[in-house]
């Protein structure tokens, strides 16, 4: 199994533009969870699914932030418009059961 | 809403010496998960505790949850400059919904 592909690995963007980033969970896997990690703030959830359905998106931190997960094998996460204080490393992690997998995450600066 | 607590937020040892992070709770945890991130990684999964007073090993990481549940500990026995990362413990909470609530890990230096 390959385990989670995120892309990009990086992301350089200037603050107004959208940014999308997207996931690959690992297949059977029927948790999906979008993570953003910092220095301040270290791991936070965003917004996880349960078999393709939101359950939970009150990380979500406004609303210039949304996630899709359209079938059980892709989940996008987007920003709209971006702002510098959104950089950060944004992971994604796929779980059955038991502990997560994270993917190697996307690095996103907003300059 | 829980927090979990880990400390110390920093450890420096020379390699060779021993290392324990502790993850604590005010409220009772309903299982305890850790990982470790290396520098510039991502978690990587190590373990999972579920019962009290339960100890696992994993070569030279001992695994502990406490008796009543709000802590656990990880214990590091003759670090090696490879255990350098930060460590995280993480819990799924009362409600065990599948959302894991991680601490604010560990970060280990060894020096060689």
């Known amino acids: 199994d390959a385990g989670v592909i995120q892309s990009p690995r990086h992301e350089v963007t200037e603050m107004g533009q959208e940014v999308t980033l997207r996931c690959k969970p690992i297949?059977?896997?029927?948790?999906l969870f979008w993570y953003r990690q910092t220095m301040m703030r270290g791991l936070e959830l965003l917004i996880y699914?349960?078999?393709?359905?939101?359950?939970?998106d009150s990380g979500m931190p406004e609303d210039r932030f949304s996630a899709k997960m359209p079938n059980a094998s892709f989940s996008t996460l987007k920003i709209q418009p971006s702002e510098p204080r959104d950089s950060a490393v944004y992971f994604c992690?796929?779980?059955?059961?038991?502990?997560?997998?994270f993917g190697s995450g996307t690095r996103l600066t907003v300059v | 809403g829980q927090q979990v607590m880990q400390i110390p937020q920093y450890q420096h040892v020379q390699e060779g010496e021993d290392f324990t992070t502790y993850c604590n709770s005010s409220t009772t945890l309903s299982n305890i998960q850790w990982y470790k991130q290396r520098p510039g990684g991502h978690p990587v999964f190590l373990i999972q505790?579920?019962?009290?007073?339960e100890v696992k090993k994993q070569k030279r990481l001992t695994f502990q949850f406490g008796e009543a549940k709000k802590n656990s500990s990880l214990h590091i026995t003759a670090t090696q400059t490879t255990d350098v990362g930060t460590y995280f413990c993480?819990?799924?909470?009362?409600?065990?919904?599948?959302?894991?609530?991680f601490g604010q890990g560990t970060t280990l230096q060894v020096k060689p």
């Open positions: 993480a819990d799924h909470g009362s409600s065990n919904t599948g959302k894991l609530i």
């Open positions: 699914f349960n078999n393709n359905v939101p359950i939970d």
């Open positions: 505790l579920v019962k009290s007073g």
């Open positions: 992690a796929s779980s059955y059961f038991s502990g997560y997998t």
């Open positions: 297949s059977g896997h029927d948790y």
